[in-house]
């Protein structure tokens, strides 16, 4: 669940294994456990303006952000006759669901595109019916979607073998592998996939017409914030997967120049094609 620059998730990494509350912070990268249970897991979370609700050990609490203040709801039910009873409703549900009945489906923002886990690969569907693998991580089960708010990134739940479960947040990527010029402490194109961009699942974003970029030109600037080691480029691009604008030059101190790429989210079939 994203909160301005931060992603609220559960987890069991914890002392005793219990699922609880955590954050990670997109701009410190680091993660920080919010609530601290013992004694039964944390579940059912949502997230509305400025608080995170839950049921714990039968209780019903909340997380006030972003101070992170937990407290206990507190509900009385009047009586338990008819306006409290199980009653039939006509509407069906059509939701995906995991195992445990929970939401496991993200819709765009703007409506646009809707995440889903399938086959254990988190996959886009557009309002036109086109479907793309956004991961492609053999040996990987990821669920659990969620957008961040302006629709620019997504995060979603990761696990293999280990069945270690972590959040994940997409990175743009541009089809070519990098080398660190040492002196300058700049990146350049070491090997600009070939691709085929007449094939959508084959596309090679620097390879498109006009562009004019080759192996060996530096990569100095991603959206305006420069790129120097010890950042790595692929650091550069978390979360940008639209279009973006990269600055190029020939040399490290050579005349720049801007040009427009649209990253992919998946560079597997790229790379296998290659």
Known sequence: MWYGRRIYFLSDRGAGFRANIWAYYLDART??????FSDFDVDTLSLGAATITFQQGGGLYAVD??????????????????????RASGRQRGTA???????????????????????????????NGAAHDLTGTPGVDEDH??????????????????????????????????????PSGRYRLSHILSGDNARADFRS??????????????????????????????EQLVGLTHELTITVAASADGPRRDVR????ENEGPLRRFE
């Open 205 to 234: 974003p620097l390879i498109a017409p006009g562009l004019g970029l080759h192996d060996g030109d530096f990569i100095l600037a991603v959206n305006g914030h420069e790129l120097r080691a010890p950042t790595a480029p692929d």
């Open 65 to 86: 952000l972003p101070s992170a203040t937990l407290r206990e709801i507190k509900v009385r039910v009047p009586d338990d006759r008819l306006r409290t009873a199980a």
């Open 261 to 264: 790429v649209e990253p992919l």
């Open 145 to 182: 979607p969620s957008w961040c708010p302006d629709g620019r990134m997504n995060t979603f739940r990761g696990s293999d073998a280990t069945f270690d479960h972590r959040p994940h947040v997409t990175t743009g990527l541009l089809g070519t592998d990098y080398v660190l010029d040492a």
């Open 31 to 36: 993660f920080t456990q919010i609530t601290h």
């Open 97 to 127: 669901a995991d195992a445990m009945g929970g939401v496991d489906y993200a819709l765009s923002p703007d409506g646009r595109t809707l995440l889903l886990s399938v086959r254990g690969d988190l996959f886009g569907v557009a309002t």
